[in-house]
């Protein structure tokens, strides 16, 4: 039984008919950037985030680095980050010449480790990037408590988050400042190609986003700050708007298949026992608790990702790729030894959580095409493997 990470084929038969329509109906239009397929997506995804206003840009890097633009960020600002997040997060603070300072995660949700941030705050930090990795919230409580005691900014990066709650009910990307995302295809609500949205409830900040979108010009062609092309063109918004109503259904059963895989690696005795995180026995996986988990909250953890720890995870990785099973690694080195920021000055066991993550959790389809016997064949061959 093949078993692919993501079957977006799949997802394009169920609305093939409303999606071509679309697609041709931009086509004759011929109002190819911007315009009001890109407004409509606007302002369902501000509703839909509890979000005042919804930027769409040209993707969920381009909303990141938008973001630090507009709030101003310089060379030799510093800019606070989690180490183990996809490359995007650290690559934009670069671009700026910003300066990334790097914070080890927990170990159970995998997200920036709140505790740990007071130690890296000095008179240059400028702002602070928590992810919501997985499509779980960040702990943005004492985040935004230590943010708002310095005057430092917050860009949330939801890129793969949207719709998730933190415990409070709030939605990702409406707890800080500004808030990203990303409609990359692999992303729970993807296009045909790039895509990413902005999100805020300051009304200042989201002017700047909007003049920073088209170059800084206001009115066009009069720039009194520099922004770039970071436009959503219309023909990826129309594809998001067939999309986007189905989004809640899709969660619904990332969510179900995440309770399938738990129920079946109980009923085999791998799942090692709940929240117990230090584990010596190879026989065993650790899954992914969802930190936020309540009966009165809907989208406690997205699943963009579906990501379990397991002792010997890159022969494990081998074998399920021999049983057309896909996979992938999230991520496998942390910025603080990827090589481009060797000159940052951090050394190996520097974030040791981080470290820990990234050699031993590897993700599972989860997707939500997905059928129960995918979900259970990948299971016992998870069994097949460690009990041999
Ligand atoms: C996907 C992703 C991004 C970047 O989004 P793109 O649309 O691919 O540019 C940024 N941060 C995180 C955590 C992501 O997963």
Excluded at 130 to 140: K, S
Excluded at 181 to 200: A, E, H, R
Aim: hydrophobic share 35%; net charge negative.
């Amino acid at each position: 039984m093949k078993v692919p990470l993501l079957d977006l084929k799949a997802q394009y038969k169920t609305i093939k008919e409303d999606i071509d329509k679309a697609l041709i109906s931009v086509a004759e239009s011929q109002g190819c950037i911007l315009g009001p397929e890109v407004e409509k997506l606007e302002s369902d995804l501000a509703k839909y985030t509890d979000c005042k206003y919804a930027i769409g840009v040209s993707s969920g890097t381009d909303a990141l680095l938008v973001a630090l633009m507009a709030i101003g960020i310089k060379p030799g600002d510093e800019v606070i980050i989690p180490t183990y997040s996809f490359f995007a997060t650290a690559g934009v603070v670069s671009r700026l010449n910003a300066k990334p300072v790097f914070v080890d995660s927990d170990p159970i949700s995998f997200n920036i480790d709140p505790t740990k941030l007071k130690a890296h705050i000095n008179k240059n930090t400028k702002a602070i990037i928590p992810v919501h990795l997985y499509g779980q919230c960040a702990d943005m409580d004492p985040i935004m408590e230590i943010a708002n005691e310095h005057g430092i900014m917050v860009i949330e990066d939801a890129a793969q988050a949207i719709g998730s709650q933190y415990k409070d009910g709030r939605k990702a990307g409406s707890i800080g400042h500004i808030g990203c995302f990303s409609f990359y295809p692999s992303k729970n609500l993807g296009c045909f190609g790039d895509g990413g949205l902005v999100t805020t409830n300051d009304e200042s900040l989201a002017g700047m986003l909007r003049i920073m979108r088209v170059h800084g010009g206001k009115p066009k062609y009069y720039h009194k700050v520099i922004g770039g092309n970071f436009r959503l063109d219309a023909i990826q918004a129309a594809v998001l708007n067939v999309k986007f109503p189905h989004l809640d259904s899709w969660t619904a059963k990332r969510q179900e298949n995440a309770e399938l895989y738990t129920k079946f690696f109980k009923e085999n005795g791998l799942a090692e026992t709940e929240g117990k995180l230090e584990f010596d026995d190879k026989n065993k996986v650790l899954l992914p608790e969802p930190v936020y988990k309540k009966d009165n909250l809907k989208y406690y953890h997205i699943y963009n990702q579906y990501v379990i720890r397991v002792q010997n995870r890159d022969e494990l990785r081998k074998n399920l790729t021999e049983n057309e099973i896909g996979t992938e690694i999230y991520y496998p080195v942390p910025f603080h030894l990827q090589e481009c920021f060797a000159d940052l000055g951090y050394k190996k066991g520097d974030f040791p959580v981080s470290e820990w993550c990234a050699a031993d959790s590897i993700a599972l389809p989860i997707y939500p095409e997905l059928t129960n016997e995918q979900i259970e064949f990948t299971v016992k061959t998870i069994s097949n493997f460690l009990n041999k």
